[in-house]
């Protein structure tokens, strides 16, 4: 269950799947619209080797970035919360998972959350800032489910030219990061090439 993006109703994990789609559309066709290229990743299970499943989560896009190279980028559809000046961030479910990946494949991974239409149209951090900034959040059991991060963490972006401030995102330190508990992957699976979808841009 989750939070609609504009007000406080619980949505079902269908409705959910329904507003993540809705997110990568949302970022494909800002991607096509500033010429930036990329490619979509399939996110069939089917289509992911089994040594990663249940430890690496999958990004929803590969981007070509002028100076900074090939980055993995994750799409977020998720209702701000405190006033709209924070946004939540799955912990064990989520970015552990992500971050497996990018120790794996050794490809940065960047969070985009869509924006408001008064607003900028998204706000992206990274994967290791997350883990620095975002304050954590337990269940009742105790556990860690979640993270809050403030808006101000994260770099506004319209257009191309403001990915420009991804190159002077800082992380404030590392400690949480190096506490950071991986999984461990299966000993035994094939390893399969990681699948793209046809709509690749120049």
């Known amino acids: 269950m989750g939070l609609h993006k504009h007000t406080s109703k619980l949505l079902t994990n269908e409705e959910m799947q329904s507003k993540g789609k809705d997110g990568e559309d949302a970022l494909n066709l800002w991607l096509q619209t500033q010429n930036l290229p990329y490619l979509y990743v399939a996110q069939s299970t089917g289509d992911f080797a089994s040594l990663f499943t249940g430890v690496v989560k999958r990004p929803d896009f590969l981007v070509l970035l002028d100076s900074i190279g090939l980055i993995a980028v994750d799409v977020k559809n998720y209702a701000p919360r405190h006033g709209g000046k924070v946004f939540t961030l799955g912990y064990e479910k989520e970015l552990k998972k992500v ?72 992380l404030p330190g590392a400690k949480k990061v190096a506490d950071l508990q991986q999984p461990p992957l299966a000993p035994a699976a094939q390893v399969r090439r990681v699948p793209v979808s046809p709509r690749i841009l120049r």
Do not use: H
Request: net charge positive.
């Open 99 to 170: 971050l497996a990946f990018e120790r794996l494949f050794r490809i940065p991974v960047w969070y985009a959350y869509m924006g408001d239409k008064e607003g900028p149209q998204w706000y992206w951090i990274s994967a290791l800032k997350a883990v620095e900034v975002g304050s954590p959040k337990k269940s009742g059991d105790g556990s860690l489910t979640y993270l809050e991060i403030k808006k101000s963490e994260f770099c506004e972006i319209s257009e191309n030219k403001d990915l420009g401030k991804l190159y002077t995102q800082r």
